[in-house]
């Protein structure tokens, strides 16, 4: 079953076209891989898909939905939550903290009430699905620390945290890897296949390519905003055409 369809997507900025008529579809309860060499295009459809960016032509439809353009709250609480390739914490904000905000979309008050206490929300039901999303992180034992107070690898946990703090059907994540050393990189594909095991559809920008290759279904590759090639792991390694578009923007690079 197709939990995400983008069909015929296109996003220009002035003259510049980012995504040319990409078709893509994402079945429940996969990993999938979406690569290509920098400037392919992958980050601007994460940000047109969460709502971040309206398509300049195309749509994207979730669950059946046509939810083109819609903002990015909104697409969240339809359940399709994304991270961001920095992470975007509340730095001088405790770890608690900065994931109980990820709640207040399923949540009637704002986050700003949900800190002070203030509107009608269920405090202790929060609180508890907040420790619960901390022991999946491996979290727990930061809990009353600042989020500038973690390692690198436990601040890109904790941005993961944010989002499934939101009960997300489907998340999009961001390059999630990078920067991490080989032992943080190792952990953090335990813990997405994990958010797998719960039920969680993962759409999966990364350059990491032994993650890419370790974690993923299917593999969707782009170049040059379009779409270039499909196939499971094996088949995109061995494919002539994405070797081609990585050596060739290297030498282009060089």
């Known amino acids: 079953m197709e939990v995400l369809r983008v069909e015929g997507l296109v996003k220009r900025f002035a003259g510049i076209v980012a995504v040319d ?17 920098n400037g392919a295009g992958k980050t601007t459809t994460f940000n047109v898909i969460s709502g971040l960016f309206a398509p300049s032509a ?11 353009g819609l903002p990015m709250h909104r697409i969240a609480g339809k359940g399709l939550v994304r991270t961001f390739q920095h992470s975007t914490l509340c730095l001088e904000m405790r770890v608690f903290e900065n994931v109980l905000i990820g709640r207040h979309l ?29 022991r999946f992180f491996e979290l727990e034992t ?8 973690l390692p690198y690898g436990a601040q890109r946990a904790l941005g993961m945290a944010i989002a499934l703090a ?9 390059e999630p890897f990078t920067g ?29 390519m032994q993650a ?43």
């Open 166 to 174: 939101a009960r997300p059907d489907t998340i999009l994540l961001d």
């Open 58 to 68: 195309g749509r994207v439809v979730y669950r059946g939905e046509d939810v083109s």
């Open 106 to 134: 399923h949540n009637r008050s704002d986050p700003v009430s949900l800190l002070f206490r203030r509107g009608r929300w269920r405090e202790a039901e929060d609180r508890e699905h907040v420790d619960e999303v901390l």
């Open 142 to 149: 930061h809990r009353d620390a600042l989020a500038s107070e």
């Open 212 to 254: 890419i290759m370790g974690l993923c279904d299917r593999i969707t590759v782009m170049n040059f905003g379009r779409f270039l090639a499909e196939g499971t792991p094996a088949e995109i390694r061995a494919d002539a055409r994405v070797v081609e578009a990585y050596l060739g923007s290297s030498r282009r690079a060089s």
């Open 21 to 37: 008529g990409l078709d893509l579809a994402v079945r429940e309860g996969e990993i999938r891989g979406l690569i290509g060499p």
């Open 180 to 208: 991490m050393n080989p032992e943080e990189t190792r952990r953090m594909m335990r813990l997405v296949e994990a958010l797998r095991e719960r039920g969680i559809t993962i759409l999966l920008v990364e350059h990491d």
